[in-house]
């Protein structure tokens, strides 16, 4: 089993209001965003759909498969209705 990492997650508009906070330290053993965002989703109780979002990594939009690294800051953006 692998040893688990450290995660910085920031939560913006609909993800914020679901898990009622704007950021949160994990440590998690997954590797990849996709891996992150289940297990966060089952934890937060999230319904939004992976491919509803865009996944950014320190700062950079990132594929959803991408390698992340200790310390890494994610940040899961839903889809922004207009107004």
Do not use: C, K
């Not at 993800?15 to 966060?40: F, K, Q, W």
């Not at 990594?57 to 953006?77: I, K, Q, Y």
């Amino acid at each position: 089993m692998s040893e688990p990492l450290t995660y910085r997650l920031l939560y913006f508009a609909s993800l914020r209001d679901r898990t009622g906070r704007d950021s949160e330290v994990v440590a998690s053993i997954a590797r990849d965003p996709r891996a992150l965002y289940a297990e966060i989703s089952l934890q937060h109780g999230l319904t939004l759909a992976a491919e509803r979002l865009r996944v950014a990594v320190n700062g950079e939009f990132a594929d959803w498969d991408s390698a992340l690294r200790d310390g890494d800051e994610v940040v899961f953006l839903p889809p922004v209705s207009g107004g």
